[in-house]
């Protein structure tokens, strides 16, 4: 769905950087509470059971998740479209795309893939339950009948409800759902512009969260106070991403005609991949006083970006000869856009945010230019006025 901010690495997948915020962890250490209770209530068994079955089910969930997530990411990947990582936080996952997708074809793609993901998920529980010959009782605490069951049915069953609703909420047509981004993608393919997709979907989105916030502070009338709060909360920011999506698109009318090499400095400062690095230090770094360097072959194809940090932990660490093209960030593709992809494309991206800039390069991978923050600014600030 959504989500940004600093995140802990717990693994990577394919290459996929698996992250997680702080928030991930209160919501894991609350839902394990939770679902001690549930599990007491479902399953005859000691208290210690319970709890193993609640710590079992809430890793099962988040990696639910993931698997989500992951279907989006390596779609997304099949479709060109490089994957920053995958991110755990208060709302679940979010798969961070450095770029969106360029056909309403590869849009619905990659929204749909998250939730065909799920809907496996959601196949293998009740599977599993039906080749141990008691899929019924996988039925009854999805349904959440009051009748005893055993451990596997109990944790199985639950696995399967949280998957189901996890399922029927992201197929509601509404941004940044990825209901809302196949709603975007077939609204994209019908009209032949992005952008009136964009409006519906997040307009759809806008009404959404309104109605969530509803229900969530009906809840609170109820005396659902836990319930009511996380819904309302959560309502908050989908209307916030919905609306950002409404904004967004209203300026990519504006700058629709303007690319990436429109704005670019297109005689930027680099740095041969073949450069060592205590030479690196002294004829860059302590020359220009800037913080990076963008690394090309001897044929001016973009590698890399080499930071002075990097730089100066090899030449302290005793490995001045090692070159820039073994140094560059291993990062170095969000850092990259092509230099005919229009000025929307850079808004949003993780590379801008994170290095200040992004290298523009052509088809065959040459560096063409780099594209500053600054320079952003000041062509959307012409393209409004």
């Given amino acids: 769905m959504f989500g940004g901010g600093p995140s802990i690495q717990l693994a990577?997948?394919?290459?996929?950087?698996?992250?997680?915020?702080?928030?991930?962890?209160?919501?894991?250490?609350?839902?394990?509470?939770?679902?001690?209770?549930?599990?007491?209530?479902?399953?005859?068994?000691?208290?210690?059971?319970?709890?193993?079955?609640?710590?079992?089910?809430?890793?099962?969930f988040f990696v639910s998740i993931t698997l989500h997530e992951l279907g989006h990411a390596i779609v997304a990947r099949r479709n060109g479209i490089g994957i920053a990582g995958?991110?755990?936080?208060?709302?679940?996952?979010?798969?961070?795309?450095?770029?969106?997708?360029?056909?309403?074809?590869?849009?619905?793609?990659?929204?749909?893939?998250?939730?065909?993901?799920?809907?496996?998920?959601?196949?293998?529980?009740?599977?599993?339950?039906?080749?141990?010959?008691?899929?019924?009782?996988?039925?009854?605490?999805?349904?959440?009948?009051?009748?005893?069951?055993?451990?596997?049915?109990?944790?199985?069953g639950w696995l399967a409800l949280i998957n189901i609703v996890l399922l029927v909420f992201n197929l509601v047509p509404a941004f940044p759902l990825d209901g809302g981004r196949i709603a975007r993608a077939i609204a994209w393919k019908l009209t032949g512009d992005r952008n009136r997709g964009t409006r519906f979907s997040g307009r759809a989105g806008q009404g959404f969260a309104v109605l969530m916030m509803g229900f969530g502070i009906y809840l609170l009338m109820q005396g659902d106070e836990l319930n009511g709060v996380y819904t309302v909360v959560l309502a908050?920011?989908?209307?916030?991403?919905?609306?950002?999506?409404?904004?967004?698109?209203a300026l990519s009318d504006k700058i629709g005609g303007i690319t990436v090499a429109d704005v670019m400095d297109d005689e930027p400062v680099t740095m041969p991949a073949s450069t060592q690095a205590l030479v690196a230090e002294d004829e860059f770094f302590l020359r220009y006083r800037w913080p990076w360097f963008?690394?090309?072959?001897?044929?001016?194809?973009?590698?890399?970006?080499?930071?002075?940090?990097?730089?100066?932990?090899?030449?302290?660490?005793?490995?001045?000869?090692?070159?820039?093209?073994?140094?560059?960030?291993?990062?170095?593709?969000?850092?990259?856009?092509?230099?005919?992809?229009?000025?929307?494309?850079?808004?949003?991206?993780?590379?801008?945010?994170?290095?200040?800039?992004?290298?523009?390069?052509?088809?065959?991978?040459?560096?063409?230019?780099?594209?500053?923050?600054?320079?952003?600014?000041?062509?959307?600030?012409?393209?409004?006025?």
């Fill in 236 to 249: 908050f920011f989908l209307y916030q991403a919905a609306s950002s999506a409404v904004v967004s698109s």
């Fill in 294 to 385: 963008a690394v090309v072959d001897d044929r001016g194809r973009y590698i890399g970006v080499l930071k002075r940090e990097s730089v100066e932990e090899a030449v302290q660490g005793g490995r001045p000869a090692i070159t820039a093209g073994e140094l560059v960030e291993e990062q170095s593709e969000t850092f990259r856009i092509g230099r005919d992809q229009p000025l929307e494309a850079l808004l949003g991206r993780p590379g801008l945010r994170d290095l200040g800039a992004l290298m523009a390069v052509d088809a065959e991978g040459v560096l063409c230019g780099v594209v500053t923050v600054e320079q952003i600014r000041r062509a959307l600030t012409t393209a409004v006025a």
């Fill in 86 to 156: 995958i991110d755990l936080f208060f709302f679940g996952g979010v798969a961070k795309l450095t770029r969106d997708a360029d056909s309403p074809g590869a849009e619905f793609r990659v929204a749909a893939a998250g939730p065909a993901v799920t809907a496996v998920i959601v196949g293998l529980c009740f599977g599993v339950g039906l080749l141990l010959s008691n899929a019924g009782d996988v039925f009854g605490v999805a349904r959440f009948e009051d009748d005893p069951t055993t451990p596997v049915y109990a944790l199985l």
């Fill in 12 to 60: 990577r997948i394919f290459g996929i950087r698996i992250g997680a915020s702080p928030s991930w962890f209160f919501v894991l250490f609350a839902l394990i509470y939770l679902l001690t209770g549930y599990f007491g209530d479902v399953v005859d068994g000691s208290d210690g059971q319970a709890f193993g079955l609640a710590v079992a089910a809430a890793l099962l």
